[in-house]
């Protein structure tokens, strides 16, 4: 089921399937590892459409709300 | 020879570069137009060698079109420039995709596998042999924190520098090689600009890299461009996606299969306690009750400390002065000069020991444990609110104790325009010293409910001011994309040399102002000059603003410290009972203004530092000009309520 990462909920393990985000944004994401076919753990979304925070290979990385939204994954 | 650390952001170049140059050198920081470099030199085996501290970068490929300034200094780097790429083992495969762009740079180079200990611990085996044979270049496995295997990694960039070691070059797959085959044939024997590599050059272009692209401009001809574009638009017609993204790609597999051919991993020695920390830490709830509750114990912590000790040093100076009136005649030049001197000297050592010291202490804690990180985080909602970002956040911090750290503290920021806003924020507010006339004055004189009002109104201030400034300069970056350090117990030395070098910016810049402005002070006290000046600013001062015009002087001098703006009050208005000479409205108005209408002379030279002089003469106008008609509007409003 392919839904946005800011659907998700605290705990997921979800696998990116696309990035909707602009060249910079969508380089910034590779750059850290969060690209397509990944998958990340969603560790921690903050009220209000606070950032979230995620884990991958064992680097924690936040992530804006509104970039989180453009970043569609599909869960396990 | 120079020696230049490129590497990830949180792998440790500047713990190898302060264990090198440390306390040694004259290490000065230098701000560059946007992000510093720091920049030292040392000696190594009889040899000089100057280091150069790049800031942490992900990629050499520019994710806008501005560029980055670390990766502008690694292109324009001197041929005989070692780079050191440092990085964190313990995220190897990652840390590889930087290590393969840097050598298709085809520079002299060496690799640090740093925080080798930690490696171990995550129970990951690296064989550093193997890798430096598939690099080409020397690997040496280093503990920055400890210092271990740090001067061989020197002895071997210089071994490199010398003998010219440049790495090997990894290729992709045919498809992505041909293409770039394509596009170095394309540029022939065409001169490039200063120092780069053929390939290098291909592999930008092919990434439309706007950086390079730049460079390359005068180089190439319109005829060239269309050849470049045409052999893209094959090559994506057959992709069917950009080709930065297929590079990209391309890089993180060969990093993988690098990694995966001198990696072994085995299982962690222990948990991992960094993410069931921040599972509390980070927590929407529990994360903001501790939050406010270490900020807070923060705050109590540094003014009580501050507080006890202040008395002591001004203590000493005070007797110091006595001294001084019986050696010269206290109605001369010479002892105006003398006094001066001694008064701004005792002023600086009263703000740096009691105030700063604790500060930074407790500052260099939260930044090296890896909290401050978490911290922005959460706040990054509310900073948003006011067009920033969570890092804003703790500039705005320090300003509570002292405005010229919080100003210079924008340097963690990235962007000017936040770096602007910010450091505008952080001269609203109120520092210790501004704290000492609220409490004094309308604390005092009035109620303690109208001096909390003051704190209160001043975030209101500072929301506003943000929300205005946000919507003058819109924001521009592609959202929030942090990575957070891995939580580590602080070590003495970092938070000594830390600290220490926070310090020193205070002493550099700050302390030789309050000196001046204290002589200037004492020499226009030693002429009368006050009842002219007075006159002088009557219109503004009693005029427009209310106040008695025997104050003039003392909010003259208010910029040189601002806590001594109440004391020249009570020598102005000749009384240490305001309320027998002002009503409340105008203290109200007064204390009000005296705080917030332009940073301290150290604050300003900090601005000018951080940001240049004209736009600290801006934000000080414009706090002035925002000042001024809220405390008309005070003087206006506050008779109606009282």
């Known amino acids: 089921m392919t839904v946005r990462l800011v659907e998700c909920g605290r705990g997921d393990r979800v696998r990116i399937v696309r990035i909707d985000a602009g060249r910079g944004a969508a380089l910034n994401l590779m750059n850290l590892g969060l690209d397509v076919g990944h998958v990340v753990e969603l560790l921690q979304r903050s009220p209000l459409r606070g950032p979230l925070l995620v884990s991958h290979d064992g680097t924690e990385i936040a992530i804006g709300y509104h970039l989180a939204e453009k970043i569609l994954v599909e869960k396990n | 020879m120079q020696l230049v650390l490129v590497g990830q952001p949180y792998s440790g170049k500047s713990t190898i570069f302060n264990h090198v140059v440390g306390y040694k050198s004259l290490s000065t920081n230098a701000p560059g137009s946007s992000v510093e470099h720091t920049h030292g030199s040392a000696e190594l085996d009889g040899e000089r060698i100057d280091v150069i501290d790049l800031p942490g970068i992900y990629s050499l490929q520019a994710s806008d079109d501005a560029g980055d300034p670390a990766v502008e200094h690694i292109l324009e780097a001197p041929d005989d420039t070692v780079l050191i790429n440092v990085i964190d083992a313990s995220v190897l495969a990652r840390s590889l995709e930087l290590t393969l762009q840097l050598t298709e740079l ?7 596998l740093n925080m080798s200990d930690e ?10 042999g193997r890798l430096a044979v598939r690099l080409g270049v020397p690997v040496v496995e280093t503990v920055g924190r400890s210092g271990e295997g740090v001067f061989d990694l020197f002895r071997a960039a210089l071994r490199a520098g010398r003998d010219r070691l440049v790495p090997e070059v990894l290729p992709g797959p045919a498809h992505v090689e041909r293409l770039l085959a394509r596009l170095t044939e394309l540029l022939g024997d065409r001169p490039l600009p200063r120092g780069l590599a053929p390939r290098f050059v291909a592999i930008k272009l092919l990434e439309r890299d706007e950086c390079v692209g730049r460079r390359l401009e005068p180089h190439l001809s319109a005829d060239d461009r269309a050849a470049t574009a045409a052999r893209l638009t094959e090559f994506e017609a057959t992709t069917e996606q950009r080709a930065e993204y297929v590079m990209s790609a391309v890089r993180h597999n060969l990093a993988f299969e690098l990694f995966e051919s001198v990696a072994r991993v085995g299982t962690p020695a222990g948990g991992d306690l960094g993410r069931r920390l921040d599972r509390v ?7 903001f009750a501790i939050l406010v509750a270490v900020l807070t114990g923060m705050f109590l912590l540094v003014f009580r400390v501050g507080s006890a000790v202040e008395p002591l040093f001004l203590g000493g100076f005070e007797r110091l002065e006595l001294w001084l009136a019986g050696m010269l005649p206290p109605e001369s030049l010479g002892y105006a000069v003398v006094h001066g001197v001694v008064a701004g000297f005792g002023g600086g050592i009263g703000i740096v020991v009691p105030y700063l010291l604790p500060f930074f202490v407790a500052l260099a804690l939260l930044e090296d444990t890896g909290y401050l990180t978490r911290i922005a985080f959460l706040m990054d909602n509310l900073m948003h609110r006011i067009g920033l970002h969570g890092m804003s956040v703790v500039p705005i911090l320090m300003g509570y104790g002292c405005s010229v750290p919080g100003v210079l503290a924008t340097r963690i920021l990235k962007s000017r325009r936040d770096r602007l806003i910010t450091a505008t924020l952080t001269t609203l507010i109120p520092c210790s010293a501004r704290m000492t006339i609220i409490f004094g004055l309308i604390g005092f004189f009035i109620s303690m ?13 500072i929301g506003l001011v943000g929300w205005v400034m946000s919507k003058v300069m819109p924001e521009e970056s592609p959202g929030l994309i942090m990575e957070l350090p891995r939580y580590r117990v602080p070590r003495l030395k970092a938070l000594a040399q830390k600290t220490w070098f926070r310090l020193k910016e205070f002493v550099v810049i700050a302390w030789p102002i309050l ?33 008695p015009a025997a104050v003039g002087v003392t909010l003259l001098f208010g910029i040189m410290r601002k806590e001594l703006a109440l004391v020249l009050l009570f020598a102005a208005i000749g009384t240490a009972d305001v309320a027998s ?3 409340t409205s105008q203290i109200f108005g007064y204390t009000f203004f005296v705080t917030f209408y332009v940073p301290c002379l150290a604050t300003f030279a900090a601005l000018a530092k951080e940001l240049g002089w004209r736009t600290a003469s801006s934000i000080t106008g414009v706090t002035l000009a925002i000042v001024t008609v809220l405390t008309v509007g005070l003087r206006l409003v506050v008779p109606l309520l009282s």
């Open chain 2, 449 to 461: 409910q109208a001096a909390v009002f003051v704190y209160v109104a001043n975030l209101v201030l």
């Open chain 2, 106 to 112: 085809r520079r002299p180079m060496v690799v640090a």
């Open chain 2, 515 to 547: 000196i001046a402005g204290s002589v200037v002070l004492e020499v226009f006290d030693h002429y009368r000059w006050s009842g002219p000046l007075n006159d002088f600013l009557a219109p503004y001062t009693s005029g427009l603003l209310g106040f």
């Open chain 2, 281 to 287: 830490l980070m927590h929407p709830v529990s994360g």
């Open chain 2, 119 to 128: 490696v171990l611990r995550k129970g990951i085996t690296i064989d550093a």
């Open chain 2, 581 to 583: 000479v002002m009503s």
